[in-house]
């Protein structure tokens, strides 16, 4: 099989873990962040590229995980404008159905191909390569893409044409927005009510309504500390997102109006379980 050399763009909080699975695996692999310094410890093992074209004209397979529809279109606007013959472009970030369109179809003007890859799971995922990778786009793109997709993810769901991937993750989001709402209120209540936030924790995680997404957030709730792992800015751009692809239903507009607010007031760089502090206010 012929070799492929790897791009990655985009070193955030999902892309730099995710990076790092695809360098220890021992594939030819450079980078480019728009801040360089999140670049720095590729250094001794992989290419890291200050100018992204340089990336793109050395790669054969571009990842991209950027955090939303701007981010996606600015860089995919430098991607445009190389010769990108033959080269496939996989896009991991949660962006529109209408971005991903656009971005897809003038990847294939240009000869080259696409797939949209969203990913479920955070931060411990994306270090452990156990994300679940929603895909859309075609077959033989897929199959090239799984050798990689084999170390990021524990599961690839092909699901249909370009687009269904983030269809699936749009869909999925907006769920885990239920789940972190419902979570913070029900602390809250269980506060109010004089039950110690650890044991509440232990009987939610123990019981039918614990899941992956709540034991990974009780550390922060238990210890008040709400770094982002994943920043509510971003679920609240999910939300969004969800909304304008069809979501209406009672929940979406509590959850559209809820996150804003949090945002608003000042929560949006925190953690998304940091809706704790806007809903105690
Ligand atoms: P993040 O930590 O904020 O990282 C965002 C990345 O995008 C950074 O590398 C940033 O570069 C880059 N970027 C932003 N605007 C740019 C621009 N105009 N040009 C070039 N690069 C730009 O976000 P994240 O948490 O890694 O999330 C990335 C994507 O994955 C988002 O779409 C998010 O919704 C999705 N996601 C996140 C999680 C999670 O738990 N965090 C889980 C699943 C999916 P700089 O370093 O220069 O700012």
Do not use: C
């Amino acid at each position: 099989m012929e070799t492929e050399n790897i791009g990655f763009i985009g070193l955030g909080n999902m892309g730099h873990p995710m990076a790092k699975n695809l360098e220890k695996a021992g594939f030819p692999l450079s980078v480019y962040n728009r801040s360089p310094e999140k670049s720095e410890d590729f250094k001794e093992k992989s290419i890291v590229y200050n100018q992204m074209p340089d990336l793109i004209s050395n790669s054969s397979i571009v990842f991209t995980m950027l955090t939303d529809d701007h981010a996606v279109r600015a860089v995919y606007e430098e991607i445009l404008k190389s010769d990108i013959r033959g080269k496939l472009f996989i896009d991991m970030s949660t962006i529109s159905p209408q971005a991903t369109a656009e971005l897809s179809g003038a990847v294939k003007i240009k000869e080259a191909s696409f797939i949209d890859a969203p990913v479920a799971g955070s931060t411990g995922p994306a270090a452990e390569g156990t994300l679940i990778i929603m895909a859309g786009g075609e077959e033989k793109d897929l199959q090239r893409a799984m050798p990689y997709f084999e170390k990021l993810g524990k599961a690839v769901k092909h699901l249909g044409e370009n687009g269904k991937g983030i269809a699936g993750k749009l869909s999925i989001n907006y769920f885990l927005s239920t789940i972190y709402q419902g979570l913070a209120e029900t602390v809250l209540l269980a506060d109010k009510l004089g039950i110690e936030r650890t044991s509440m924790l232990e009987i939610i995680n123990e019981s039918a309504s614990g899941s992956g997404a709540t034991k990974v957030k009780t550390p922060m709730l238990i210890n008040n500390q709400y770094d982002p792992a994943f920043a509510l800015d971003l679920m609240l751009k999910d939300i969004l997102l969800a909304k304008n692809a069809g979501a209406d239903f009672p929940l979406s507009k509590v959850l559209n109006e809820t996150y804003q607010a949090a945002h608003d007031n000042g929560f949006g760089k925190d953690d998304v379980i940091g809706i704790i502090n806007y809903l105690k206010k």
